[in-house]
């Protein structure tokens, strides 16, 4: 069994990324910059109206830990494939990257497919086909993997799956005994609205840091963000809130630190911004640097990732320290 200093835990997903404008998002009655959730017939649907399309590995907590593993980290990833073909490119992707993946196989359902159309103001609005994902389940927890973690990272996603809250608690159950720690990503506001107690209960027993952006985090706090920020502590040790072209902030209840955005990127597609911030903060964090150093960290990662299509970093990130 492989090792991993972070163990990230979520969709494992391919992306199909096209260009789209805003009229086409309307035609196909989407909701523009959320992800939307399909079936098999509509991702079938959605493959033939695209125009050309790049096919990538992604999924939110895979890219996290592919992130890490550029920073020169020790990742690994748990999540459910199938093994057919874009299982396999999705294990060769991640595997490639340096993450540690021990598959787990769904033989019932394909491997998922995430529709990642990405509008002129670059913003992406996101179709999810979740296949052999909504079959991950606490028996899929890999406990010698969490437990020899020193961080254990869960996407806000997964509570959305039919046994996501297990994968929930049992992952918990496994960091505690183990004294790993435990972040989540909200993920979108809609994970937080539509588990908003159970979700919320989770973080306040069981998490030691969270990350959102502002509109997941007034999902969390409604009303004013200064507010909003200033309640955290009651929720949760630590967290690390973006605020796009605003930077970004982490929050204690003894420090608020404030990090400026890169401001010299030109944006191509804001994809997996959020997941490779996590992967820098959660680098900087595990080796022991605070959190104006992580946050900084993050920042650069976020940028990269922001400055070309597709999720995943194109230039290894330890060399931009």
Same mark, same amino acid.
């Given at each position: 069994m492989s090792s991993a200093s972070i163990v990230t835990i979520g969709n494992a997903i391919v992306d199909i990324i096209s260009k789209a404008d805003d009229q086409f998002i309307i035609d196909q009655g989407m909701e523009k910059s959320a992800m939307n959730l399909i079936d098999g017939d509509r991702a079938s649907q959605l493959y033939d109206a695209i125009g050309p399309a790049m096919e990538v590995s992604g999924g939110s907590a895979a890219n996290t830990a592919v992130g890490i593993s550029s920073f020169g980290g020790s990742a690994?990833?748990?999540?459910?494939?199938?093994?057919?073909?874009?299982?396999?490119?999705?294990?060769?992707?991640?595997?490639?990257? %340096?993450?540690?993946?021990?598959?787990?196989?769904?033989?019932?359902?394909?491997?998922?497919?995430?529709?990642?159309?990405?509008?002129?103001?670059?913003?992406?609005?996101?179709?999810?086909?979740? %296949?052999?994902?909504?079959?991950?389940?606490?028996?899929?927890?890999?406990?010698?993997?969490?437990?020899?973690?020193?961080?254990?990272?869960?996407?806000?996603?997964?509570?959305?799956?039919?046994?996501?809250?297990?994968?929930?608690?049992?992952?918990?159950?496994?960091?505690?005994?183990?004294?790993?720690?435990?972040a989540l990503s909200l993920s979108d506001a809609w994970c937080v609205e539509r588990h908003y107690d159970a979700l919320t209960g989770f973080i306040?027993?069981?998490?030691?840091?969270?990350? %959102?952006n502002e509109d997941?985090?007034?999902?969390?706090?409604?009303?004013?963000?200064?507010?909003?920020?200033?309640?955290?502590?009651?929720?949760?040790?630590?967290?690390?809130?973006?605020?796009?072209?605003?930077?970004?902030?982490?929050?204690?209840?003894?420090?608020?630190?404030?990090?400026?955005a890169q401001q010299d990127i030109k944006v191509v597609d804001t994809t997996g911004a959020g997941d490779l911030y996590?992967?820098?903060?959660?680098?900087?964090?595990?080796?022991?640097? %605070?959190?104006?150093?992580?946050?900084?960290?993050a920042t650069i990662a976020a940028s990269e990732v922001i400055s070309h299509i597709g999720a995943r970093p194109l230039d290894r990130l330890a060399d931009q320290i």
């Open positions: 690994g990833f748990i999540g459910k494939i199938s093994e057919d073909l874009l299982g396999k490119v999705f294990t060769h992707d991640i595997s490639a990257a %340096g993450v540690a993946f021990p598959p787990v196989y769904d033989a019932d359902h394909p491997t998922a497919c995430s529709f990642i159309l990405v509008t002129p103001d670059t913003e992406r609005t996101m179709n999810t086909y979740l %296949g052999a994902c909504i079959t991950l389940n606490e028996d899929d927890m890999n406990e010698e993997l969490i437990a020899g973690a020193d961080w254990v990272y869960l996407e806000g996603y997964l509570f959305d799956a039919p046994r996501g809250p297990g994968c929930y608690q049992r992952v918990a159950e496994i960091a505690h005994a183990n004294n790993t720690k435990l306040a027993d069981h998490a030691d840091l969270i990350f %959102g997941e985090l007034l999902s969390l706090f409604p009303g004013d963000f200064d507010a909003a920020v200033k309640r955290l502590p009651e929720l949760v040790a630590e967290a690390a809130i973006t605020k796009g072209a605003g930077g970004s902030m982490a929050v204690t209840s003894g420090e608020v630190v404030a990090v400026p996590a992967a820098g903060y959660l680098f900087g964090r595990q080796r022991g640097d %605070g959190l104006e150093r992580s946050a900084q960290l």
